[in-house]
């Protein structure tokens, strides 16, 4: 008895000592429900409307994406046209770089070309002429010098046509000082006509004034020009001339021109082309009538006339004038001044222009259709 007594107080006294930690946590706990029940609940947001924000906010992203879109589009739109001009600058300043490499190797050839003239200034016949005292052995070498002269002349002048435009005007001449001290002067002519009718009257226009040669040149010039030789002219019956004129120039210089004229007309026909040539080329060596170094200048003329028919660029028959000529004022024993030396290259030009006048009024304002 007194041990179940024991254990009974001894299971009251646990009892007693256990109840203050109970009474805390249930103190405890009740407070954190009153916490817990003094928070308002977190409302809780359905799903449609979440998703709707979530739309929203996509849709917003998705604007701004197409606007970030149509300004780089913008961009490009600017940029695209500066591009293409940047390649445009680069395509030029390439093909710019090109040109002139071109430039300068056309400069290089003209440049060996013009020193070649100037080291030795040649024609197209490049061949000399001597003639002897003999009438007859004179005769049979101007007939000589006239086939060869007419051959290469027609070969020179084809060539020098090849690639030109002859509806068109064009011009091209040098002045210059040879190495040997010789006054040079040369030129290259195109001259369309389209006043004229007739090659055929055209050319006898050019051969009448070569065959008055001397009135010309003093008409002209201004400087007295006489014929020291007698020889027979131009004609059908006598195709070679010989002019040996004498000069006497602002009073002051006597100069000597000694000149072999030809003269060809090649009527059209059966795969031949209606041409007609004038010929001058100086004479080298004549023993009949010698050049006197010592007091006169010596002037040699070289000149090859072409009239032909072309057609224009309306598909109708077109004459055209071409020459070409060289004056070569060689070095003499005699001083010769400056302004001398000019007045004898611009003389030339001047009875050349003369020339062309003559051939543009010969047949200008004729009906006819061209023949």
Same mark, same amino acid.
């Given at each position: ?7 009974? +107080? ?12 109970? /009474? ?13 029940? +003094? ?5 809780? =947001? ?27 589009? !913008? ?27 071109q430039r300068r190797a056309f400069a290089g050839a003209s440049s060996i070309i013009a020193h070649h003239f100037r080291e030795k200034c040649t024609g197209p016949f490049d061949t000399p002429t ?8 004179? /005769? ?8 060869? /002269? ?66 010309? @040149?003093?008409?002209? !010039? ?6 020291e030789n007698d020889e027979p002219q131009l004609s059908i019956n006598a195709p070679v001339a ?32 209606? =041409?007609?040539?004038? =010929?001058?080329?100086?004479? !080298? ?14 002037? &040699?003329?070289?000149?090859?006339? @072409? %009239? ?5 660029? &309306? ?14 004022? /060689? ?19 001047? %009875? ?17 259709? %061209?023949?």
């Amino acid at each position: 008895m007194a041990t179940k007594a024991g254990n009974a +107080s001894s299971s009251s006294s646990s009892t007693d000592d256990a109840s203050p930690y109970k /009474r805390q946590k249930t103190t405890t706990t009740t407070d954190h429900k009153r916490k817990n029940a +003094s928070k308002p609940k977190r409302k809780k =947001i359905p799903t449609y409307y979440r998703r709707k924000e979530e739309m929203d906010r996509l849709e917003e992203e998705r604007k701004q994406l197409e606007a970030t879109v149509k300004d780089l589009e !913008d961009r490009t739109d600017i940029l695209r046209p500066r591009e293409a001009l940047q390649r445009r600058q680069h395509t030029n300043k390439v093909l710019r770089e090109v040109l002139h490499a071109q430039r300068r190797a056309f400069a290089g050839a003209s440049s060996i070309i013009a020193h070649h003239f100037r080291e030795k200034c040649t024609g197209p016949f490049d061949t000399p002429t001597r003639l002897s005292k003999d009438p007859v052995k004179r /005769r049979a070498a101007l007939l000589e010098m006239r086939n060869q /002269r007419l051959s290469c002349a027609y070969e020179f002048m084809m060539e020098m046509l090849r690639h030109m435009d002859v509806t068109l005007d064009f011009c091209e001449q040098k002045r210059f000082t040879a190495i040997n001290g010789d006054v040079c002067s040369e030129r290259f002519e195109i001259v369309p006509l389209p006043e004229a009718r007739s090659v055929k009257r055209v050319f006898d226009t050019v051969e009448a004034f070569v065959s008055s040669m001397e009135i010309s @040149m003093s008409e002209v !010039d201004g400087d007295i020009t006489i014929w020291e030789n007698d020889e027979p002219q131009l004609s059908i019956n006598a195709p070679v001339a010989q002019h040996r004129f004498v000069t006497t120039i602002a009073n002051m210089v006597q100069m000597d021109t000694n000149n072999a004229a030809f003269a060809e007309y090649r009527p059209p026909g059966p795969g031949v082309e209606e =041409i007609g040539f004038s =010929i001058n080329d100086p004479i !080298d060596v004549d023993e009949l009538y010698p050049y006197r170094p010592e007091t006169r200048v010596r002037q &040699d003329v070289t000149v090859i006339i @072409m %009239v032909s028919k072309h057609l224009g660029k &309306d598909g109708k028959p077109l004459i055209v004038f071409s020459r070409w000529w060289s004056l070569c004022l /060689r070095k003499s024993h005699i001083h010769v001044p400056k302004f001398i030396a000019d007045r004898i290259r611009n003389g030339l030009e001047s %009875v050349s222009a003369s020339m062309l006048a003559a051939a543009e009024r010969a047949d200008a304002g004729g009906n006819a259709t %061209v023949i």
